[in-house]
């Protein structure tokens, strides 16, 4: 398939579009990477291999369908991996969780031959226990508005064509017919923000490049996603990545840029396979290379794989790597738009922020600008995590709360449990309570409460998560992944993590809160990347929110939350044990003791204070004491 105008790309889609009607069932295994640990390969080649017993032409190829072919395809990330893997199947939209091997017989014999719909393996919404056939029925999905991710786990991402079936590349023939600097004006009026972390305005950053003195301009991707708890950018890699490579091609007609690169994670390897399959397909479909669509447009992609850093990350750091020099920051009076990459004008966003350009340009900046608030516009998604029913990767317009995204999308604390805290914006956001569950998620709401957008991790904590453990967490993270430049970083977030580390233990003073908050202002007014400056929000969120668990760790000697070790002791209160056993068959060393039905006993000399006992227990008879 070569197309070497825009009216053999029009023809193109066409010819796909009709061919992907003709198509008797799409089924869609998502392929992201928590349903492929969860077996989701092994579930797309039953599928293969019992479809071609049934007698039911099937190809893994869209490109390869027709004459009643249908299609078996891997798709990205479809959004609700608490509940992997996920098949949807078309006509109908049926969504089908927890699929195993030994469930693909039945609906092929069933589904794809019969149109009868399995129950017994769709969603219940927990609220009315009606089982739900579609997206549009589950609750998780119902509030989020898709634009980055409105191709992830719909497109078959290794294929080409089925991405220009589904309007891809349209953009970009919108922007080859526009002039560059109309292109930057369009964004502009969208009021996108970079999606990385810092939201700096997207259209700013652009014209600001465009204005800089330099013989060549570059473009460049940033998915180097460190953030423990994060994969949004990794997810869009690995399901739609076209969707950034005409991102970026928008981006490199608007500043002029010939050449572009992608920088992934090293740990993402099917990211880089995934990206590299689309850069060839484009390469040879004459879509990447010179002259695109006869526009005097020449563009070229090209993949370098992280540094394994998480400061790599980083603007000018990623850049040195690109440069074949360690990761390490510079200084911030020289912008990367006007000295970047081998020291010329270059423009770096975000994988999000590349996968958003194309609903700009298609649908216009007014649209795009309509949903969200005042400064934030459009949607963020944010991979939803920890103590939470539906953990997953969501898309929500700029401004719903915390609330609607914590107990509407992602449908409450699991076990009845009460919610403690929201962890957002990665290792250097904040922590915020109870008290902050009605503010709005945007840019500035979320900085004015001491926490912050950054690349789009969500992590929740009930009542059994301890705030300076989880202080001390992020902390031992950012320490040893700073890059020992700058003073500041270097020996402040390893003080920073000795005195909170000392709290943990029983050995904190009240003394320490304050030398936390001081030193962790230093820290953030002089150290020289984002890494130091914003690494000491944890435990400053933290101390601010949840003050009174801190001072129980210094005065009470106890953590509340029973995570602390040396602070804490579980017993078993004896008018709540049923003698179920399940802490007994749990415990690690063997520290409980107790008949079948009878109330247990906790050896608190054997005890390691492990807390696998009190997770166990549905009884809620393991206390801290």
Not at 126 to 145: A, L, M
Not at 391 to 415: A, D, H, Q, S
Not at 488 to 499: D, N, S, V, Y
Not at 580 to 595: D, L, W
């Amino acid at each position: 398939m070569r197309i070497s105008t825009i009216e053999q790309l029009d023809e193109q889609r066409r010819r796909f579009a009709a061919l992907e009607q003709e198509i008797p069932w799409q089924v869609k295994v998502c392929s992201g990477s928590g349903c492929i640990a969860a077996g989701a390969a092994a579930v797309h080649d039953a599928f293969v291999k019992e479809m071609a017993a049934a007698g039911i032409s099937a190809s893994t190829s869209f490109e390869q369908c027709g004459g009643g072919t249908s299609l078996v395809a891997k798709t990205g990330c479809q959004g609700l991996c608490q509940a992997g893997p996920l098949v949807t199947v078309q006509p109908g939209g049926i969504v089908y969780t927890r699929v195993r091997t030994k469930d693909v017989p039945l609906i092929v014999t069933e589904t794809l031959q019969k149109g009868v719909v399995l129950e017994s393996l769709l969603y219940r919404n927990p609220n009315t226990g009606e089982p739900c056939r579609t997206r549009e029925d589950i609750p998780f999905y119902v509030h989020q508005k898709f634009v980055a991710l409105e191709g992830c786990g719909i497109v078959a991402a290794d294929s080409l064509g089925h991405y220009l079936a589904r309007g891809g590349f349209r953009a970009l023939v919108h922007a080859l017919a526009m002039d560059p600097i109309a292109i930057i004006d369009e964004v502009e009026k969208s009021g996108l923000r970079g999606k990385g972390g810092g939201g700096f305005p997207t259209g700013r950053k652009w014209r600001t490049c465009v204005n800089a003195d330099g013989d060549e301009r570059f473009i460049v991707c940033n998915g180097d996603e460190g953030d423990p708890g994060a994969f949004m950018d990794c997810a869009l890699m690995e399901g739609d990545p076209f969707r950034i490579i005409e991102g970026m091609m928008i981006g490199g007609r608007a500043i002029g840029a010939k050449r572009g690169f992608i920088y992934v994670r090293h740990e993402y390897p099917r990211a880089v396979q995934r990206l590299q399959s689309a850069i060839d397909q484009c390469v040879d479909a004459g879509l990447l290379g010179t002259d695109i669509l006869c526009s005097g447009f020449d563009f070229q992609l090209r993949i370098v794989r992280g540094g394994g850093a998480f400061v790599c990350g980083e603007s000018s750091a990623l850049m040195r790597s690109i440069e074949g020099f360690p990761g390490e920051p510079r200084s911030k009076y020289i912008r990367s738009t006007e000295k970047g990459l081998f020291n010329q004008p270059t423009v770096l966003n975000n994988v999000e922020t590349f996968a958003s350009i194309p609903a700009v340009i298609r649908d216009g900046a007014y649209a795009f600008a309509s949903v969200g608030t005042g400064r934030s516009k459009g949607t963020k998604a944010f991979c939803l995590a920890g103590r939470v029913n539906h953990t997953g990767l969501v898309e929500v317009p700029m401004g719903m709360t915390l609330r609607e995204v914590i107990f509407g999308i992602g449908g409450g604390v699991p076990n009845g449990r009460r919610f403690k805290a929201v962890q957002t914006g990665g290792p250097s956001g904040g922590c915020l309570g109870e008290a902050h569950l009605d503010l709005r998620v945007d840019f500035d709401e979320l900085s004015a409460a001491g926490s912050m957008m950054g690349s789009g991790g969500m992590i929740v904590m009930d009542d059994y998560s301890c705030m300076v453990d989880v202080s001390r967490y992020f902390l031992k993270f950012l320490m040893g992944e700073s890059c020992g430049k700058c003073v500041p970083c270097r020996e402040g977030l390893f003080q920073l993590f000795e005195i909170v580390d000392g709290i943990a233990r029983g050995n904190g003073t009240r003394k320490d809160l304050e030398r936390i908050e001081k030193l962790g202002h230093a820290i953030a007014l002089s150290s020289l990347c984002g890494l130091g400056k914003s690494g000491p929000n944890p435990v400053l969120s933290a101390i601010a929110n949840f003050r009174e668990e801190f001072e129980a760790h210094i005065v009470g000697r106890k953590c509340p939350a029973g995570v602390c070790r040396e602070l804490t002791t579980f017993q078993i209160d004896p008018h709540r044990c049923t003698g179920c056993m399940k802490c007994r068959r749990v415990c690690p060393v063997n520290a409980i003791s107790g008949e079948k039905k009878k109330p247990h006993h906790i050896d608190t000399a054997l005890c390691t204070r492990c807390g696998a006992c009190r997770l166990e227990c549905d009884d809620e008879a393991i206390a801290v004491v």
